[in-house]
T-cell receptor, first 112, second 114 residues
Framework: DAGITQSPRHKVTETGTPVTLRCHQT?????MYWYRQDPGHGLRLIHY???????DKGEVSDGYSVSRSKTEDFLLTLESATSSQTSVYFC???????????FGDGTRLSIL | AQKVTQAQTEISVVEKEDVTLDCVYE???????LFWYKQPPSGELVFLIR??????QNEISGRYSWNFQKSTSSFNFTITASQVVDSAVYFC???????????FGAGTQVVVTP
């Protein structure tokens, strides 16, 4: 299995609070991605990174920010969580931009 | 813009039946990649296959087979002699840009009953 760890695995929080999800990889892969999964939508890209300190927006980036200060860590932050951000969040990594992405086990986030 | 359509929301079969999952993609690019992923009830996403736009050769891997047809923009997936362990959500995805951004379909839930 690809060495990807997401933390926390589950989180319940209240509207308006900040939340940070962490993705840690041991594969030294250049590319990292954050997706959210919602019923009827499949997975949608939030943000991605193509190197340390190199990040860009995906399809559904509003309300989210990311940081990548080390190759192995990619953080996703909800500055002020809203109920619409209740979802399952997946991190993925890839060694090259056209290679299969391998996913972490997901974080189930509930915002009340 | 890319778009991936999986028109089948759910397919229910009895064990040992064959099941085919449809995937239609839209792209104006000449170079692109197509993927299938499996998400079992435990929730993890498992990579199954990748095809590039220059290789229309169909592939068989055990009970799985894939039919890629550029003429109809389809990349269909067949499970032969289905088993209960095949019960999962299957996602088709496409990739066209240089940053590896995947566009996923909505997924097809496959339910295999004994």
């Amino acid at each position: 299995d690809a060495g990807i760890t997401q933390s926390p695995r589950h989180k319940v929080t209240e509207t308006g609070t900040p939340v940070t999800l962490r993705c840690h990889q041991t594969e030294n892969h250049r590319y990292m991605y954050w997706y959210r999964q919602d019923p009827g939508h499949g997975l949608r890209l939030i943000h991605y990174s193509y190197g340390v300190k190199d990040t860009d927006k995906g399809e559904v980036s509003d309300g989210y920010s990311v940081s990548r200060s080390k190759t192995e860590d990619f953080l996703l932050t909800l500055e002020s969580a809203t109920s619409s951000q209740t979802s399952v969040y997946f991190c993925a990594i890839a060694g090259a931009d056209n290679q299969p992405q391998h996913f972490g086990d997901g974080t189930r986030l509930s915002i009340l | 813009a890319q778009k991936v359509t999986q028109a089948q929301t759910e397919i229910s079969v009895v064990e040992k039946e064959d099941v085919t999952l449809d995937c239609v993609y839209e792209t104006r690019d000449t170079t692109y990649y197509l993927f299938w992923y499996k998400q079992p009830p435990s929730g993890e996403l498992v990579f199954l296959i990748r095809r590039n736009s220059f290789d229309e050769q169909n592939e068989i891997s055990g009970r799985y087979s894939w039919n890629f047809q550029k003429s109809t923009s389809s990349f269909n997936f067949t499970i032969t002699a289905s088993q209960v362990v095949d019960s999962a959500v299957y996602f088709c995805a496409s990739l066209t840009d240089s940053w590896g951004k995947l566009q996923f379909g909505a997924g097809t839930q496959v339910v295999v009953t004994p």
